[in-house]
């Protein structure tokens, strides 16, 4: 009794809602050529023609096509990102470079670190990948050569950390290219609430004092974060993002396998 109320109120449904929307249909049920046109009521009818088995033998065989296809063209990329990139090549850290480098694989970021004068001072360093591709593609064209120079050139990104051990830390979210680091938040942070956000942050630091913005660069610049890092960072990221595209890959090739 109720599996015929139930299939009375299926065919009330589909006569109510599939006939208003045939395109939304045939999208849904007319996949493979191994089915006929979908009918008035939108039921799947199936070839008599074809043997079920044949059906899932087409199946079976457009998928292994699919994948095969997949995995020659990673494999191209791979050769291409390997041409480009020598296996094992190391940036050379200038000697003068004040910070230890943490540089986990699989991340997007690296870290610095260092100790000054009683002070833990941490770096977030990240690539600004979208800018970088969009100076590439304003290099190449001529016309725009006299517009964006400078908001289109390369930059990094940088979260620096000074920790006092105490309980507050303090934290600069920072631009950096190749002629100066540009101070854009400066925020300070509960030790045992970094996150808090009804915390007062205090102004902008662009509404700040002219005199404060100069000091603060100074602070800045005596824990070692100034334009001198740019040039090694910048070769860096970009080498490590080559490193990191060909590890991705090569698991995207193994997991498609």
Request: with cysteine; net charge negative; aromatic share 8%.
């Amino acid at each position: 009794m109720a599996s015929s109320i139930f299939a009375s109120l299926l065919r009330r449904s589909l006569r109510r809602y599939l006939p208003s929307a045939p395109s939304i249909t045939r999208r849904r049920f007319l996949f493979t050529s191994s089915f006929s046109p979908v009918s008035s009521r939108g039921a799947m009818l199936q070839d008599p023609k074809l043997p079920s088995s044949l059906l899932c033998y087409r199946f079976a065989s457009s998928k292994v096509s699919g994948d095969e296809s997949l995995k020659r063209v990673i494999d191209s990329e791979i050769q291409c990102a390997q041409e480009a990139h020598i296996s094992g090549q190391d940036i050379d850290r200038p000697e003068d470079f004040p910070f230890e480098i943490v540089d986990n694989p699989g991340d997007q970021a690296i870290f610095l670190k260092r100790d000054f004068a009683g002070e833990n001072i941490q770096v977030v360093v990240l690539m600004n990948l979208d800018e970088q591709n969009d100076v590439e593609e304003n290099d190449e064209d001529d016309n725009d050569k006299d517009g964006n120079e400078n908001s289109m050139e390369p930059s990094l990104s940088l979260v620096v950390t000074i920790d006092k051990g105490e309980d507050h830390l303090l934290e600069f979210c920072c631009s950096l290219n190749l002629d100066k680091v540009e101070i854009e938040t400066m925020v300070l942070k509960k030790r045992d609430d970094p996150d808090d956000q009804s915390a007062y942050q205090g102004p902008e630091f662009s509404d700040l004092d002219e005199n404060l913005q100069k000091a603060m660069h100074k602070y800045l610049e005596e824990r070692g974060i100034n334009s001198s890092l740019f040039d090694f960072l910048h070769e860096y990221m970009l080498n490590k993002d080559e490193r990191e595209y060909l590890v991705w890959l090569k698991s995207m090739k193994e997991f498609i396998a």
